[in-house]
């Protein structure tokens, strides 16, 4: 594992964090699953799309993950499709081999993004 510089804030101890599916509870992800990107990073990656707004940073709506088991249409080879939850078929997020930008402007590539608001964050 190669440790890419850190922007994050007081990330240094890491909580166990575990995200369930908001609606049947079932674990999507764990906090080691998560591919962490650098907020807002968008603009030396691709020229188009660009965003410039000088704002302040928003909040990262969602989550991006390993590619996991339990995402079926990424078993049948998709490129890209959405994420369903196993257990309740409840829409979690997007994948997309080619990448995706967060809300924040970074690009994350390849992407598997879970919406924050279908999940429950747990924190022991
Ligand atoms: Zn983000
Ligand atoms: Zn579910």
Redesign the pocket.
């Known amino acids: 594992m190669e440790a890419s510089n850190t922007c994050d804030t007081g990330s240094d101890l890491k909580p166990e964090v575990i995200y369930r599916c908001k609606k049947c509870r079932r674990i999507v992800a764990s906090a080691d699953q998560v591919v962490p990107?650098q907020?807002?990073g968008g603009q030396r990656c691709f020229k188009w799309k660009k965003r410039s707004d000088g704002d302040a940073e928003p909040e990262?709506s969602?989550i991006f993950v390993e590619p996991m088991k339990w995402m079926q249409t990424l078993e049948e080879g998709c490129v890209q499709d959405k994420l369903q939850c196993v257990g309740c078929k409840a829409r979690l997020g997007y994948f997309n081999w080619a990448g995706m930008q967060?809300?924040?402007?970074?690009w994350v590539n390849p992407a598997f993004q879970l919406h924050k608001s279908r999940l429950d964050e747990c924190r022991p």
Request: charged letters at 10%; glycine letters at 20%.
């Open positions: 990107h907020r807002g990262c969602s967060c809300n924040c402007g970074a």
